[in-house]
T-cell receptor, first 116, second 113 residues
Framework: AQSVSQHNHHVILSEAASLELGCNYSYGGTVNLFWYVQYPGQHLQLLLKYFSGDPLVKGIKGFEAEFIKSKFSFNLRKPSVQWSDTAEYFCAVIITSSGSARQLTFGSGTQLTVLP | NAGVTQTPKFQVLKTGQSMTLQCAQDMNHEYMSWYRQDPGMGLRLIHYSVGAGITDQGEVPNGYNVSRSTTEDFPLRLLSAAPSQTSVYFC????????????FGEGSWLTVV
């Protein structure tokens, strides 16, 4: 079964610092990749997604992610974080090359705290 | 507004009680699923359905039942609640197709005492 690893469980940054959150997945076939954000007390919101094409995808709120197939990675980046980016971030994967119903598998999440 | 609607948003249960979390979507999505979210574990798939009349187990199905009598509704039942089922539950739906865009409900906070 596929799995998704987010190695950073909690990241603390000061405002204006640059952000990179790691995401690795463990499937060698074709995948769709997602980053979701969950602000305190709220539901999941889609930040960005990768299906095909340009491996550098841009999402909402200045976030971007790069798909590196050789490294099975889909790291999330933001050049300059703001206090309002404090949230939990989840990487997720759907395997698209399987003939059966394709499950969305989540990583364990990374809590980002941005200090003002 | 179109989307995924979950009720209730908050619920406290006593051990052994039963309850149903409701989930409805009005986007005619074939695929619906239930996740639970626990600290440090991300979201784990409980049950899913690829269409009316079809359900299957996910990663953590024990203690939960589901049914899919209509395309719109996908209720999650706890027959005998246990403290280990204290969690936040999310319902999600999507179209089986190229976009694979998933829509989440707003979550249901369940506490079992």
């Amino acid at each position: 079964a596929q799995s998704v690893s987010q190695h950073n469980h909690h990241v603390i940054l000061s405002e204006a610092a640059s952000l990179e959150l790691g995401c690795n997945y463990s499937y060698g076939g074709t995948v769709n990749l997602f980053w979701y954000v969950q602000y305190p007390g709220q539901h999941l919101q889609l930040l960005l997604k990768y299906f095909s094409g340009d491996p550098l995808v841009k999402g909402i709120k200045g976030f971007e992610a790069e798909f590196i197939k050789s490294k099975f990675s889909f790291n999330l980046r933001k050049p300059s974080v703001q206090w309002s980016d404090t949230a939990e971030y989840f990487c997720a994967v759907i395997i698209t090359s399987s003939g059966s119903a394709r499950q969305l598998t989540f990583g364990s999440g990374t809590q980002l705290t941005v200090l003002p | 507004n179109a989307g995924v609607t979950q009720t209730p948003k908050f619920q406290v249960l006593k051990t052994g009680q039963s309850m149903t979390l409701q989930c409805a979507q009005d986007m005619n999505h074939e695929y619906m699923s239930w996740y639970r979210q626990d600290p440090g574990m991300g979201l784990r798939l409980i049950h899913y359905s690829v269409g009316a009349g079809i359900t299957d187990q996910g990663e953590v199905p024990n203690g939960y039942n589901v049914s899919r009598s209509t395309t719109e509704d996908f209720p999650l039942r706890l027959l005998s609640a246990a403290p280990s089922q204290t969690s936040v539950y999310f319902c999600a739906s999507r179209i089986e197709g190229a976009t694979n865009t998933i829509y989440f409900g707003e979550g249901s906070w369940l506490t079992v005492v």
